[in-house]
């Protein structure tokens, strides 16, 4: 019996603790056009934004007429097109 209770207060206890932490940690969501992603941290969402606000990114590479508002999805285009 007294195993049980033991257990039971654990549980409790972790469940509080993770509360606990979402109230002190509140996930950060981006707002940008309707995004939704979360981020455990303020300077993670920063980096985010600064990626929506960025504009007029053109491929270089070769004769590649591929222009993106992101350098995130540029890199990634550059990567996945021109196997860099």
């Not at 920063?46 to 590479?61: F, L, T």
């Not at 070769?62 to 097109?81: A, N, Q």
Request: charged content about 20%.
């Amino acid at each position: 019996m007294m195993l049980i209770l033991h257990s039971m207060c654990i549980n409790v206890l972790r469940m509080l603790s993770r509360k606990l932490l979402m109230l002190l940690h509140p996930i950060r969501k981006c707002d940008w056009n309707g995004c939704g992603e979360e981020f455990p941290s303020h300077a993670a969402l920063g980096i985010h934004i600064r990626n929506h606000r960025a504009k007029n990114c053109y491929c270089q590479w070769g004769d590649c007429d591929y222009t993106c508002d992101s350098p995130l999805i540029l890199e990634l285009h550059i990567y996945e097109e021109h196997s860099v």
